[in-house]
């Protein structure tokens, strides 16, 4: 990748989209651009921050594992997310573990040193990077109360319904991630999930395959999404 096609890739971003050419060529200047596997390790929980990071494509697990190594997913990503970038500004240390979830995972890397030295010095970066994370907190508080309020039908209908999908003859959604790992961001069991689909597909309203769901009936999936009916 050339220099300004990384520039570009980086003013697509919410972070620096606002951001000045030349402010934006010194963060260009900080990245580097790397192809990963499914499975490979990003960082640890605990792990001193080195850099944040930018999906270009493919996706990314963020989870955290207990002492019996159960896995609670925090966070599950794609294209255009961007991950880390508190903890290089606050904390020092990354709080979880981030892992690759699909073949052929393209990421930037924003490097933490020479990124905190350019927020202290330049003025112009700390308001781009606080009005960005500032809409992601909303984002973030928004799925706290989701967890925390909606049943666990409404849950999968909604996150099914936001996933972008294929516009064959019906909509379908690759998952790009386990199904235990989808019950686990959707805070149900592996059971529930399984019972889901399982009874949505008796009813005709999707096809559950192996890594991909087919959307047969999407306006049954929105009222469930909304609330009005359907199994929960």
Request: net charge neutral.
């Amino acid at each position: 990748m050339s220099a300004a096609e990384l520039l570009g890739a980086l003013r697509a971003l919410p972070h620096f989209k606002s951001l000045p050419p030349d402010l934006l060529a010194q963060v260009t200047a900080l990245t580097t651009r790397s192809r990963r596997g499914t499975g490979d390790l990003i960082f640890s929980e605990g792990e001193s921050c080195r850099a944040f990071f930018a999906i270009e494509s493919g996706g990314v697990k963020l989870y955290r594992a207990s002492p019996d190594g159960h896995e609670q997913v925090v966070h599950t990503l794609h294209a255009g997310a961007t991950f880390a970038e508190a903890a290089v500004l606050s904390f020092g240390r990354y709080p979880v573990n981030a892992v690759v979830t699909e073949p052929s995972t393209v990421l930037l890397e924003i490097g933490a040193e020479g990124f905190l030295r350019l927020f202290r010095e330049d003025a112009r970066l700390a308001p781009a990077m606080v009005a960005s994370l500032s809409m992601r907190l909303v984002t973030l508080v928004e799925r706290v109360e989701e967890l925390s309020l909606v049943q666990a039908g409404s849950r999968l209908a909604r996150w099914l319904l936001r996933q972008p999908a294929s516009r064959d003859q019906q909509p379908a959604i690759d998952l790009g991630l386990a199904k235990k790992d989808l019950a686990a961001h959707l805070a149900m069991t592996p059971e529930t999930l399984s019972r889901l689909l399982h009874r949505w597909q008796a009813d005709g309203w999707i096809e559950s395959q192996r890594t991909r769901i087919v959307l047969k009936d999407p306006e049954r999936l929105l009222e469930l999404a909304d609330g009005v009916s359907g199994p929960t």
